[in-house]
């Protein structure tokens, strides 16, 4: 649903009104796109909603004169939802109430969603599927993994990550100064041993820090895996990143490149911090300093605070990096689950081209707006940018990029005038063949006068998905027109017909048909579905 393909940038929007309500009612003429700050021009406008994909896929079972049974029109997924729950950082409390609330959610999975889990220590792991048995099942593997945690042992000072960071990273000396004074106390020193306690503590900051900058970046990594994962999943991609949040100022590349795939493969991140109702450290009574001043003291629930709210940093950008929501300071965590996970019933796609767009690979800052708000106001969710290329792909590489993606996708595309049609033929009760019929009208195809023959060239994918969306099978066929006029007429009043054929075991299965010319470098894609008993 957002992609650059050529020149064009789509733009998914979502707009609720004051109750939070999806609004399905505005036109192209309603919305008003900006490109770094510069006013576009919408070219493209369409309104998806929710459900649309199944009875779309549904028509295709039109029963044609040939032989073979019709194909049933099944449950077909339209989104996919990652839980990826932080495991490396949650605390056991926190995980637990965050793993209910999941569990929750998942007891009311609705018929088109598939729902993975996935954890940052790598463990206990669910892929995507329907099956809520074992999704409740894998929830209940899930327990916290810290890898800097230091198992209970007490240290002297005691450094927090963010302390660690400042120290060492920012060499910002009055937190070195503060972690020597708690040294001081902590090991019963006087005050002439103060550079004796301040090496102590940059010593503890460094061994602090080395683990837990590695916790920070495999919980990236893992991130970019699952972005990567859910990529090759056609239809709706989301991910909740369930977490208390992580310090990452020193991991700027890893985080870029996060939000470029998630961008690029229109993956929503979405964030849950699952710490609840935040409590400032410096209200909290429990939080006793033992540092030897009330100075000393007011200090040290400062940079307690800093990291507070730091850890929130990284799910905030990530959400709001790729279009989605932040759930946060509020203890019902069900309700976050809830608002995060739910599709909206109405998605405006917005189609623009940029003019004399540069290929360096720069970030283009998005605004999307309703011309007129109403006096209640409207909330917008849209994208907030994409990267712009950073060389001009030649045109067979643009093709199979274009082709590439549409075949991931579930979007719906009718720039050429093309018929999916889809049947199966049992031959036992292990063997079927899946049977994918294209049609086309030739008298809306543009075609090139080329040595008194009418030549374009189509390429026509065709795949195949489980019931759970992976990709099973595709193939490719390319068709070389070179029409006499006499031979054009006749097809404009036939058609023509195209069709792959499928060997698979009986199942239900997603079918993906997708058509691009190169003369009009014009491009269809459709959607299908298949249930053999």
Known sequence: MFKTRVNLVSVPVVVRDAKGRAVGTYTKENFQVFDKGKPQ???????????????????TVDAIPT???????????????????????????????????????LAKLPKTDRAAIYTTSGQNQLDFTDD???????????????????????????????????????????????????????????????STAIAQARSIAQQVLAPAEQETRVSLMVLRDVVRRISAMPGQRIIVLISPGFIASEQTPEKSDVLDRAIKANVVINGLDSRGLWVDPMLDASQSGRTSTAAFAILKQQYDRQSASAQADVLAEMAYGTGGSFFQNNNDLEEGMRQLVGAPEYIYVLGFSPQNLKLDGSFHALKVTVKTMPKEGLNLQARKGY????????????????????????????????????QYFKASDKDATIAVLCRMDPRHIQFKKLDGRN?????IVSGVFDRNGNFISGIRKTLEMKFKDETLAKLMNTGLAIKTNFS??????????????SEGQLMSALNGAVAIQ
């Open 455 to 459: 030549d374009n060239v189509l390429t």
């Open 132 to 194: 809520t048995d074992k999704l409740q099942a894998t929830l209940l593997l899930i327990r916290s993994r810290s890898i800097a945690s230091m198992g209970g042992i007490s240290q002297c000072p005691d450094i927090s990550y963010y302390m660690a960071d400042m120290i060492i990273n920012k060499m910002d000396t009055s937190a070195l100064n503060l972690a020597g004074q708690e040294t001081l106390i902590c090991m019963g020193l006087d005050s002439s041993q103060l």
């Open 41 to 59: 021009e919408i070219i493209r406008f369409s309104v998806e909603k929710s459900g649309d994909q199944a009875a779309k896929a549904a028509k």
């Open 387 to 422: 990267y712009a290329p950073k060389k001009l792909s030649d045109a067979a590489e643009t093709a199979n990029q274009e082709i590439e993606e549409a075949l991931f996708s579930r979007e719906e595309l009718g720039e050429l005038p093309v018929e999916l049609h889809t």
């Open 67 to 105: 032989e073979g049974e019709p194909a049933a029109p099944p449950d077909i997924p339209e989104r996919f939802v990652v839980y990826l729950f932080d495991d490396t950082h949650l605390p056991f409390a926190d995980l637990v109430r965050a793993r209910d609330a999941a569990s929750r959610q």
């Open 504 to 517: 698979v075991p009986p199942g239900t299965y997603m079918i993906r048909l997708v058509v691009r010319d």
